[in-house]
């Protein structure tokens, strides 16, 4: 009984951390934390455990660790002697943790570490263009409006709204192909 | 005067500035300006600013322009200060695009694999469609 109930603290715990630090909730404090989850525990004692599972938390997520270093890395720390180490309840939680949500924190550091604008939307539509003013036939033909959404995380988008002829569609797909070439030969060597 | 005063309301209404900005600025730039001129100035703005400035930005959505130039960059990104293990390829767009009045801005966006796969996607289905049009 005891122990389900440990369990399910330490993972509130390791949730409202990640939150905190990957997930950009402001909402969530160290005061939260202790009193929803640990009231029992004194401030230092919860101080110590939220910064100790805080550091095991950005240890695992800035090495990325797959399944085998997540392993030998939790080993290591359950062996430690003296106050630093991890039970096997911490660690087992800790484990469970990352499989989880390995996925979504690392999605999260993705995007942090973008800093240009990314593109958060595409509408587009086709236009028959039937008469001109300027009378001329090489302005007949389909016409395409493209509305892309940019932003930035946090910040409102940005609308583009740009119009392309036949041509000048046909010029940014061969691009893009080339594009694709040099992602497909990345891939390939990795 | 007139001119001048067009010059000021737009540029004003770009940069949303309030009306106690405007009056600083102004001030700062000529000693001429009467208190009085300045209060008027102060109230139009004021009242109309925000108005102006919505305006603007409206009509810099509804403007549409040309892509003139597409430039690109496939890129890895190995490590931040948050992530040392990031390892994430990326591809990093910059468009050189020309508005009606003639003016030339760049755009610059990154995006993920993915992400760029199905812009590309997006892009075929609209040739696509301009074919059978």
Known sequence: ?190 | MIRFLLLTFRSSGKSNVSGDELVAKLEKSSNNWAKASLQVLHRVWSEQGALVHAQQEAQAMLSVGQLVDLQWKLGMSVSSDTCRSLNSPYVSLLLKVVEPSGQISQKCLEMTVPQFQNFHKQFKEVAAVMETV
């Open chain 1, 1 to 190: 009984m005891a122990n389900a109930e440990a369990t399910k603290s330490l993972s509130g715990l390791l949730n409202g951390i990640s939150q905190v630090v990957y997930h950009n909730n402001t909402e969530i404090t160290e005061e939260l934390l202790k009193n929803e989850l640990y009231p029992e525990l004194s401030q230092e004692e919860f101080k110590a455990l939220h910064d100790k599972m805080k550091g095991l938390l950005k240890s695992i997520a800035t090495a990325d660790m797959d399944h085998a270093q997540l392993e030998a890395f939790l080993t290591a720390q359950t062996r430690k002697q003296g106050g630093g180490g991890v039970s096997a309840e911490q660690a087992a939680a800790l484990s469970r943790f990352w499989k989880s949500q390995r996925v979504r924190v690392r999605e999260s550091l993705l995007s942090q570490s973008r800093w240009e604008p990314s593109l958060r939307g595409l509408s587009w539509r086709v236009d028959l263009q039937t008469a001109s003013s300027h009378g001329d036939a090489d302005h007949s033909g389909p016409v395409a409006l493209m509305e892309l959404e940019l932003g930035r995380a946090g910040q409102d988008s940005e609308f583009v709204c740009l119009e392309f002829d036949e041509t000048k569609v046909n010029q940014v797909l061969k691009k893009m192909a080339d594009i694709q070439e040099s992602i497909d030969r990345i891939v390939h060597r990795t």
